[in-house]
């Protein structure tokens, strides 16, 4: 009987797959895309929908809190709640996607893109006087 099958082992202690997963979030949340490997890429996107989830239903301390255990980034998780939560207010789901890009060339890995489905508007930059 295979119990604790819900979440994949990655070959990685707990910790370490904690760790690379809220790394591998947070770099979503910054960049809006990430380019990984496919399994990497479909647990990472349970936790950012479940993290764009929390930060929509409810601006207060108390999910701040929870979401800050795993970003770790005070900035980020500022750019969740004001800049990236908001924009997802009417949908009910399905805030990221994985798009397969194929096998890497290296080691033969499949390689997927996770992205935010909704991307913020870039602020344009101004331009420098010479």
Same mark, same amino acid.
């Given at each position: 009987? #295979?119990?604790?099958d819900?979440? =994949?082992?990655?070959s ?14 947070? @770099?979503?949340f ?14 990472? %996107?349970?936790?950012?929908? =479940?993290l764009?989830t ?7 301390? @108390?999910? #701040? ?6 970003? %770790? @980034?005070?900035?980020?998780v500022q ?7 908001p *924009?997802y *207010? ?12 194929g096998? #890497? ?9 996770l992205?935010l ?11 420098? %006087? =010479?």
């Amino acid at each position: 009987m #295979r119990h604790n099958d819900k979440i =994949k082992k990655l070959s990685r202690t707990s910790e370490h797959r904690n760790a690379m997963l809220n790394n591998l979030v947070t @770099s979503l949340f910054e960049k809006n895309v990430v380019i990984t490997t496919t399994t990497k890429a479909k647990e990472a %996107k349970k936790l950012a929908e =479940k993290l764009i989830t929390f930060a929509k239903n409810e601006d207060s301390v @108390s999910s #701040r809190r929870e979401v800050a255990k795993r970003l %770790k @980034s005070r900035k980020i998780v500022q750019k969740l709640f004001e800049d990236i939560a908001p *924009k997802y *207010k009417m949908r009910k789901g399905g805030y990221t996607r994985v798009i397969n890009l194929g096998v #890497r060339r290296g080691d033969g890995a499949s390689t997927a893109i996770l992205e935010l489905v909704e991307k913020p508007e870039k602020k344009d930059k101004k331009e420098k %006087k =010479k």
